[in-house]
Antibody, heavy 125, light 107 residues
Framework: QVQLQESGPGLVKPAETLSLTCTVS?????????WGWIRQPPGKGLEWIGK???????YYNPSLNSRVTMSLDTSKNQFSLQLTSVTATDTAMYYC??????????????????WGQGTLVTVSS | DIQMTQSPSTLSASVGDRVIITCRAS??????LAWYQQKPGKAPKLLIY???TLQSGVPSRFSGSGSGTEFTLTISSLQPDDIATYYC?????????FGQGTKLAIK
């Protein structure tokens, strides 16, 4: 079955760039699905970061849009997140997930499933 | 941006109780809503999508309803394994957002 695993540095200095990779197994990222990133600051709720499709479509949270870049590496079946100019408020558990979908008439429904186990990124000098 | 507001923020109930969690959207989202369960130290798990469709493998005591701006997640008979934080999430065409979460405890 499809599995996702996040990887990357657990500690990033302020003003630097956070870079994470999600490795997908059991499912090709070139199939007709979006792939997404979600984060959760310690003790707080979930925040959607962005989503990407192998056809090139990318959508980012407007509150993070100027600092976020997502990309795909189809040869490795991976997708990645870069977040620039980080501050302490970017400290969070970062999750990657597949976006399941269903079409009903002209509507397309999407949801996050499954999720990776998450990776904690701390921003500190 | 669409804001999602859950109520209550915390909830204490007894085993066997019927539990209802509400999620309100700041504008109509039709039935573009999902519910997740998150246990401590774990990733969220999908329970319901399209407002009322139960994900495969999720116990039938969970159900979802609603459309437009008001939605509910119902647990028909609370079990000890249901202790978790629950989140709603809207899936608009280009941007998503989550509710702030409802933490469920056993009384």
């Amino acid at each position: 079955q499809v599995q996702l695993q996040e990887s990357g540095p657990g500690l990033v200095k302020p003003a630097e760039t956070l870079s994470l990779t999600c490795t997908v197994s059991g499912f090709s990222i070139t199939r007709d699905y979006f792939w997404g990133w979600i984060r959760q600051p310690p003790g707080k709720g979930l925040e959607w970061i962005g989503k990407i499709h192998h056809a090139g479509n990318r959508y980012y949270n407007p509150s993070l849009n100027s600092r976020v870049t997502m990309s795909l590496d189809t040869s490795k079946n991976q997708f990645s997140l870069q977040l620039t100019s980080v501050t302490a408020t970017d400290t969070a558990m970062y999750y990657c997930a597949r976006l399941g979908w269903a079409g009903v008439g002209s509507a397309v429904y999407r949801w996050f499933d499954p999720w990776g186990q998450g990776t904690l990124v701390t921003v500190s000098s | 941006d669409i804001q999602m507001t859950q109520s209550p923020s915390t909830l204490s109930a007894s085993v066997g109780d019927r539990v209802i969690i509400t999620c309100r959207a700041s504008q109509s989202i039709s039935d573009w809503l999902a519910w997740y369960q998150q246990k401590p130290g774990k990733a969220p798990k999908l329970l319901i999508y399209k407002a009322s469709t139960l994900q495969s493998g999720v116990p039938s005591r969970f159900s979802g309803s609603g459309s437009g701006t008001e939605f509910t997640l119902t647990i028909s008979s609370l079990q000890p394994d249901d202790i978790a934080t629950y989140y709603c999430q809207q899936s608009g065409r280009f941007s998503y957002s989550f509710g702030q979460g409802t933490k469920l405890a056993i009384k």
